[in-house]
């Protein structure tokens, strides 16, 4: 890991395990963790379905970034950035700059199994899944295999995880 980098960003799509590879991160490494989407709840309180139908994705994507501004900076944290974070260009500097980025990629087929049930994200509600989801792999997986590290997520979280112990230890 670079030592520069201070601290630990988990980029990938929705549904890819992000917050929850981040919590056993934080564990692991006993350092906090942050995850974006629940900053910004914190900050609006309003969940991020509200807010996408209240105010829209461009005023959540303004707040998603002022949330990472506020983050980045801090030292020996992780970082769960929401799936979208990575389509500002100041978000990609901050994260590059600031983090060592780990992309948790997953199979499309896979995240459709995770996501076929959900309620409360807002870019899949009442859309056909199969195409948004290829839509938002097309547009973000360029930023996303940049990452530091990539380590494939089609399993289980701790599957996830004894994959990076592997690299680490």
Not at 31 to 38: A, S
């Amino acid at each position: 890991m670079d030592k520069g980098k201070r601290n630990i960003a988990i980029i990938g799509h929705m549904g890819s395990g992000k917050s929850s590879f981040g919590k056993k991160l934080s564990n692991y490494f006993s350092i906090q963790h942050f995850d974006t989407d629940r900053q910004i709840i914190e900050d609006q309180q309003s969940s991020i379905k509200s807010i996408f139908q209240d105010k829209g994705e461009e005023y959540f994507r303004k707040i998603e970034s002022k949330i990472i501004k506020k983050i980045i900076t801090k030292k020996n944290i992780i970082i769960s950035l929401g799936g979208g974070s990575l389509i500002n260009k100041e978000n990609r500097k901050l994260i590059n700059d600031f983090s060592y980025s780990i992309f948790l990629q997953v199979d499309l087929n896979i995240l459709y199994k995770r996501l076929q049930y959900s309620r409360n994200r807002p870019l899949i509600i009442n859309k056909d899944l199969n195409k948004v989801l290829k839509d938002l792999d097309k547009n973000r997986k360029e930023y996303y295999l940049k990452a530091d590290l990539i380590i494939k997520n089609n399993y289980s979280i701790d599957n996830c995880f004894t994959n990076f112990l592997k690299i680490f230890d």
